[in-house]
């Protein structure tokens, strides 16, 4: 369950500002995939991808993301998204990157759309951890987007143990698994240690009882088929989990 939305989700989510194909999408739905990010970037392929999937609509888990701070853009900029979609509603309306609570107009023009139905929940994305658990508190919000990877694993300590119970906290969505590629160059990663793979990536992020869904971004089909075998592979064991921290402290120091 995605926090206290009363939504069933896979672990693993799948962002389509990268350009994968419309068939790796539906492949990934069929394997338990189905919080799907529609971000700023809406690729048609995508969009395609979402129309396919518009018999089985009940099991997708559309997010729908506005970066925008003119609080009168948020509705035209969502009823675009669903057009392409061809869908009425978006289950997760998405606001994104604020480092402090969104302002009164932002909140109020989400909470209207949600009225007319357009969207069902509202989350927010922030890079600011130790804002992050009063965030959570705001009855509002209902998901969270946070940054977690081994390169950087603040939220391990800043955020996790410090969100509310069970039952009563939102739903907790982690993103850049790969810091933006960093785990996966060779050159970054330190002698004598095996480099990680998106599937790596994916499951260390997974491997978290606080993180309820992982997102992905595969930039064509072969990436879409490395962030399933992280769902073949399952959690990691200590010693991996030991490894990637390894790995990025060594990239970020």
């Not at 962002?15 to 990010?37: C, I, K, S």
């Not at 518009?54 to 035209?76: C, D, F, H, K, N």
């Not at 946070?146 to 739903?171: C, I, K, M, S, W």
Request: charged letters at 20%; hydrophobic letters at 40%.
């Amino acid at each position: 369950m995605l926090g206290r939305t009363g939504l069933e989700v896979g672990r693993l989510g799948l962002a389509g500002g990268y350009g994968v194909p419309a068939a790796a999408v539906e492949e990934a739905f069929e394997r338990g995939v189905n919080y799907l990010y529609f971000g700023s970037i809406r690729r048609g392929k995508f969009a395609q991808a979402l129309q396919n999937l518009s018999p089985r609509r009940e099991r997708v888990v559309l997010v729908v993301q506005s970066y925008t701070r003119v609080a009168a853009l948020m509705g035209w900029s969502l009823e675009q998204a669903l057009r392409a979609a061809k869908t009425s509603y978006a289950d997760v309306l998405l606001l994104g990157l604020w480092s402090h609570l969104p302002s009164p107009k932002i909140l109020d023009a989400a909470l209207k759309l949600k009225e007319r139905g357009l969207a069902r929940h509202i989350a927010v994305s922030s890079h600011n951890r130790p804002f992050i658990p009063e965030l959570a508190l705001h009855p509002a919000v209902d998901v969270l987007h946070v940054r977690y990877n081994a390169v950087h694993p603040g939220a391990e300590t800043e955020v996790f143990p410090q969100l509310p119970e069970d039952g009563q906290r939102p739903g907790v969505v982690t993103f850049t698994a790969t810091s933006w590629g960093q785990l996966l160059k060779s050159g970054k990663v330190p002698a004598g240690e095996k480099k990680p793979t998106g599937a790596d990536c994916y499951r260390f992020a997974m491997s978290n009882p606080a993180v309820d869904v992982c997102i992905s971004g595969p930039g064509n089909a072969d990436q879409a088929k490395e962030a399933l075998r992280a769902l073949d592979l399952g959690p990691m064991s200590a010693e991996e989990l030991a490894w990637m921290h390894r790995v990025g402290k060594a990239i970020h120091g």
